[in-house]
């Protein structure tokens, strides 16, 4: 079992910057990769980054260049800058062992 716990999410301006935390615990030593979803109203969950336990990052073509991924051990982080409008979504963290295991989410919201 995983369990993922985020915090940093809130409310920003548009142009503005946050950076999501999301802690792991328990069986992380069998974590193949993290990262981060997210879910606006009325919309599917998406992508918006991951990275692997080798570092390799992939990322949604409407976050790259303005979103960061990075891993320490049992933390994963999303640094977001540039924030839009359109980035306002609950984000989730994401494990994937054998299974796949989901934070509960923080809201990030993107005034205009």
């Known amino acids: 079992q995983v369990q993922l716990v985020e915090s940093g999410g809130g409310l920003v301006q548009a142009g503005g910057s946050l950076r999501l935390s999301c802690a792991a615990s328990?069986?992380?030593?069998?974590?193949?990769?993290m990262g981060w979803y997210r879910q606006a109203p009325e919309k599917q969950r998406e992508l918006v980054a991951r990275?692997?336990?080798?570092?390799i990052t992939r990322y949604a073509d409407s976050v790259r260049g303005r979103f960061t991924i990075s891993r320490n051990n049992d933390l994963v982080y999303l640094q977001m800058n540039s924030l839009k409008p359109e980035d306002t979504a609950v984000y989730f963290c994401?494990?994937?062992?054998?299974?796949?295991?989901w934070g509960k989410g923080t809201l990030v919201t993107v005034s205009s």
């Open positions: 994401y494990a994937k062992t054998v299974m796949e295991y």
């Open positions: 328990g069986r992380i030593y069998s974590i193949n990769a």
């Open positions: 990275i692997s336990n080798v570092d």
